[in-house]
């Protein structure tokens, strides 16, 4: 018998990868909602959009950081309000939702991975409308309600780290790029299969509900992102050179510390994500991404 999924927000970087990951399922059946087909903010159409839909993978959010830190309540009537509706809405249907967090709902000072049941203590308005969010899955779905914080993403649809760097290679001679921050990068395809195998689990009562850490295994800064991304994209790494945070100067705080753990994974019987360089060599051999790395090296070679 098929399954029925919704995926919200499911014209974005995520949302894509994960509609695509499910429609490849022929025990699957889909419905991906864009953003102008579903605004979360508005319960009667979250409502209606949730009913006859078992599994629900929330992919729709305010992203904007810096915009959130200049306009908090409408990220929060995304971010806070809006999961709240379709936690209502699950719950009251019997349906289960996948809901995609941030490594942004704590400080970032710590030394050590931060655990999921680790206290939260987000530093800008962006983490505060996520955590917000969280609040409400935890409230209203205890036990069908499960929460993936996810950090440093970038793929083929959207704007995204890895992209601008392969753009800018072709335009630049050096990058500055920040080495004070650490965090995990990921791969928005392989947190789709991720979340494609926790769905199936919870379908199957083999994964508790609760908070998993979506994001890539070992840890890096901005800057050694940066130098992977022009290695193995065949352009000299050292063109990349370390600067301190306080040389790009934005609105919202940066958390400087954004590792986390993944035991809840082991756990539930899943196997957590790859390290973000295997996911990293993986995504530069896809075309949308080995397209950009060929023209950063046609253009070095004309320079």
């Not at 680790?118 to 530093?123: C, E, F, Q």
């Not at 753009?167 to 990921?186: C, K, M, S, W």
């Not at 070992?218 to 370390?242: K, M, N, V, Y």
Request: with cysteine.
């Amino acid at each position: 018998m098929s399954t029925t999924w919704l995926v919200t927000g499911a014209h974005g970087l995520l949302g894509q990868d994960v509609l695509a990951e499910l429609a490849a399922d022929p025990d699957t059946v889909v419905t991906g909602l864009r953003r102008e087909q579903l605004d979360i903010t508005d319960p009667t159409a979250v409502r209606a959009a949730v009913t006859g839909h078992r599994v629900v993978v929330n992919c729709a959010a305010w992203t904007d950081v810096d915009g959130a830190e200049r306009s908090e309540t409408a990220a929060t009537a995304v971010n806070g309000t809006g999961v709240r509706h379709l936690a209502h809405a699950c719950a009251d249907s019997g349906a289960i939702l996948l809901h995609i967090s941030t490594d942004y709902v704590f400080p970032g000072d710590a030394r050590r991975p931060y655990p999921e049941e680790a206290p939260t203590g987000p530093v800008n308005a962006y983490g505060r409308s996520k955590l917000a969010g969280e609040r409400a899955v935890v409230e209203l779905l205890p036990h069908t309600g499960y929460i993936v914080r996810t950090a440093w993403l970038y793929g083929a649809h959207g704007p995204n780290f890895v992209a601008t760097m392969l753009e800018l290679a072709a335009r630049r001679e050096t990058l500055d790029v920040v080495a004070d921050q650490h965090g995990q990068p990921t791969w928005s395809r392989a947190l789709a299969r991720q979340l494609a195998a926790l769905g199936r689990a919870a379908l199957t009562g083999r994964a508790p509900a609760g908070i998993y850490h979506g994001t890539a295994a070992g840890r890096t800064t901005w800057c050694g992102l940066a130098r992977e991304i022009f290695r193995l994209g065949g352009l000299d790494p050292e063109r990349i050179r370390p600067v301190g945070s306080d040389k790009f100067p934005r609105p919202a705080a940066r958390p400087a510390f954004g590792v986390l753990g993944h035991g809840n994974w082991l756990r539930a019987g899943l196997v957590p994500l790859a390290p973000w360089d295997d996911q990293l060599s993986a995504a530069l051999k896809e075309p949308e991404f080995a397209a950009r790395a060929a023209a950063a090296r046609t253009s070095t070679r004309r320079t």
